[in-house]
């Protein structure tokens, strides 16, 4: 059973802009915190950016502060993840999912991975 499903990804060059969207089924979404997650080639998986429930707290790693932002839309089930600026070291394959907890970064989630979009920046 897929529950989530990561859109959005692509070739970018440096500076430019992508927008990842999630979807995910209502019945695990309303209510939850999510969050975004990546994982560059031959590096551990990683939370970039969360969110809560309502949407009105936001929280990002220190390497992406100002040039990514969260949001969701709970009416459509979707998380976004607009990314400008972006670097070289934002390539990876990026992931939603829900965290067990908004406390810290930690990778501790509490649904099935989905396939993820790959993002990739290069000249």
């Known amino acids: 059973q897929v529950e989530f499903v990561e859109s959005g990804g692509g070739l970018v060059q440096p500076g430019g802009s992508l927008r990842l969207s999630c979807v995910a089924s209502?019945?695990?979404?309303?209510?939850?915190?999510m969050g975004w997650y990546r994982q560059a080639p031959g590096k551990q998986r990683e939370m970039v950016a969360k969110?809560?429930?309502?949407?009105?707290?936001?929280d990002y790693i220190d390497s992406v502060k100002g040039r990514f932002t969260i949001s969701r839309d709970n009416d459509r089930n979707t998380v976004y993840l607009q990314m400008d600026n972006l670097k070289p070291e934002d390539t990876a394959v990026y992931f939603c999912?829900?965290?067990?907890?908004?406390?810290?970064?930690?990778?501790?989630?509490?649904?099935?991975w989905g396939r993820g979009t790959q993002v990739t920046v290069s000249s």
């Open positions: 969110i809560s429930s309502r949407g009105d707290i936001t």
């Open positions: 209502r019945s695990i979404f309303n209510g939850y915190g």
């Open positions: 999912n829900s965290p067990r907890s908004l406390v810290g970064f930690r990778v501790d989630v509490q649904r099935s």
